[in-house]
């Protein structure tokens, strides 16, 4: 502690500071509370305290871990200034506080609709938002407490200090709901895996978290016109993929890809189109253990277009292939404005224009999709119609989907759908020129496009994605610019170390001697 800040504590037992002596329920936590000081990381630490009586506490924080930057914001509603003692606290507070010269704010009412003002306030923000301690020694009434802490919770950055007091309180038994522990106890129990718990003695007074989750205001945000405040609303990331047992690994590096970039609330919908048991297994433990994230799998209707076709598209929201590997937050991606169309697409790179077969219209690919499921549905028996008459077409579901939404589509960057990267992409045609491959530097989400095992004809085809179409294919893609990365996800998965197993290595060579 510095020099200064230890002469600003020294002034806290002075006689300047107007403390009523008998009422001093905080001096004995200061030794503990120093000790968590060194794991704030803000320069400018925001304390958010729910009771602050004489403002012992506060006065404290502000003369050591707020001496030099930062502030105090007090929360407690004084007997709503209708009692003499009530309105002799709040001039204690203000007093002692304005001594501290340090920055600091009252709000002299009870704690929800406080905390209510401060939740707009802080949702309003451009920037520093949130706050960095936050003390909870509001009622003792069990459900009281647990109200403040869900609302504060909403407040508490990542990495938060956030602090119970009274859960070891001597006056009321434990199991009352006049004892503040039954709530604290809930919000634990509700929350445990949002934080780490410092407190380690079950005998200590106060229950000491960290949060180790993101703020999460919620509810209080204005919509723009021109995004959607899905962050707001917490409905979260939907994220959908059919597959088989033979894209079982494939499908692991892509999911991993998104959590690796995308830290807020995820749903995956696996539709499973044959895994077997042990492929479910390890693509559930391919996952990092975060409460934000749920993988169902969901068994594939007997009557559905892709029992008889294939995997067909998507089922929840945002479509993933399971060759793509994900770069960026998709948050970007997710907020795109539909404007009333049913879905979102990237260009096709291969075929912009469509191929002999399909109209010569703008082509999309089909291994990102953002969709409108409400507007989809609404005609999926036509769809249903266009793909069993397609069946026999070029590209099957991707035909079938550009002839179904050819005017019902938005058009989405190349950076969404980076496709044939280091070797089609590069070959000039026509078509070609009227999309804009700049968009593919640096992309959002890669796309190995193209057949593991391609026949001859495709292999000694330059003009469409050849046989180093992926790095997991029998020749690798040597010439693929983010092979290494997607190799580096690889072994964050289940499947760490299969480059050099006996299976790889067979299956490869299985694959040259077919070709």
């Not at 120093?34 to 602050?52: D, H, K, N, W, Y």
């Not at 445990?192 to 000491?208: A, D, F, G, H, V």
């Not at 499947?495 to 299956?507: I, L, S």
Request: charged letters at 25%; aromatic letters at 10%; proline letters at 6%.
């Amino acid at each position: 502690m510095s020099t200064v800040t230890q002469a600003l504590d020294a002034n806290a037992t002075t006689n300047l500071y107007e403390f009523t002596s008998t009422q001093d329920w905080f001096s004995s936590h200061k030794p503990a509370w120093q000790t968590l000081f060194p794991i704030v990381s803000s320069r400018a630490p925001r304390v958010l305290e729910i009771g602050s009586w004489e403002g012992r506490s506060a006065v404290f924080i502000l003369t050591t871990l707020c001496a030099t930057s930062g502030e105090v914001v007090c929360i407690d509603h004084f007997d709503l200034m209708a009692t003499a003692e009530g309105r002799e606290r709040h001039r204690k507070l203000t007093h002692n506080l304005s001594l501290t010269g340090r920055p600091a704010r009252v709000l002299p009412q009870f704690s929800v609709p406080a905390l209510y003002t401060l939740l707009g306030e802080e949702m309003s923000k451009e920037q520093d938002a949130g706050f960095d301690w936050i003390y909870i020694d509001g009622s003792h009434r069990s459900d009281d407490t647990l109200l403040d802490a869900e609302l504060a919770w909403r407040l508490a950055r990542l990495g938060c200090i956030f602090i119970f007091d009274d859960y070891n309180w001597p006056e009321q038994p434990l199991d009352s709901p006049h004892h503040p522990r039954r709530g604290i106890d809930a919000f634990l129990a509700v929350h445990r895996e949002e934080y780490k718990r410092l407190s380690t003695n079950p005998e200590q007074y106060q229950m000491i978290l960290q949060k180790t989750t993101p703020m999460r205001i919620g509810f209080l945000l204005e919509p723009s016109r021109d995004r959607l405040p899905y962050d707001a609303l917490e409905y979260g990331i939907n994220v959908a993929l059919t597959i088989d047992s033979a894209y079982a690994m494939t499908a692991a590096v892509t999911l991993r890809s998104v959590v690796e970039y995308t830290k807020g609330r995820i749903t995956f919908y696996i539709v499973d189109c044959g895994l077997l048991a042990e492929d479910k297994k390890k693509i559930e433990a391919s996952l990092p253990a975060r409460p934000n994230i749920t993988l169902l799998f969901v068994a594939l209707p007997a009557d559905s277009l892709s029992s008889t076709m294939g995997a067909v598209w998507a089922k929840r929201v945002l479509y993933l292939d399971a060759d793509v590997l994900v770069r960026k937050d998709l948050k970007e991606l997710w907020n795109t404005n539909l404007g009333g169309y049913a879905l979102a697409a990237v260009p096709d790179v291969g075929f912009p224009m469509g191929h002999p077969g399909v109209p010569k219209v703008e082509y999309f690919n089909v291994g990102v999709l953002l969709i409108d499921l409400a507007k989809t549905r609404s005609t999926l028996q036509d769809l249903g119609t266009c793909c069993r008459e397609m069946a026999q077409s070029t590209f099957h579901d991707q035909d079938a989907l550009n002839v179904h939404f050819k005017t019902d589509c938005v058009k989405l960057s190349l950076t969404w759908n980076a496709q044939g990267l280091g070797t089609y992409a590069e070959c000039v045609t026509a078509d070609r020129e009227m999309v804009c491959l700049e968009d593919m530097k640096d992309p959002a989400i890669v796309h190995f496009t193209g057949p593991i095992h391609p026949p001859v004809e495709v292999v000694l085809n330059p003009y469409v994605q050849p046989y180093t179409a992926k790095p997991w294919g029998y020749a690798g893609a040597p010439g693929h610019p983010y092979e290494r990365e997607w190799w580096d996800m690889l072994e964050k998965t289940a499947w760490k170390g299969w480059k050099e197993t006996t299976d790889c290595k067979e299956a490869r060579e299985k694959a040259r001697r077919r070709h």
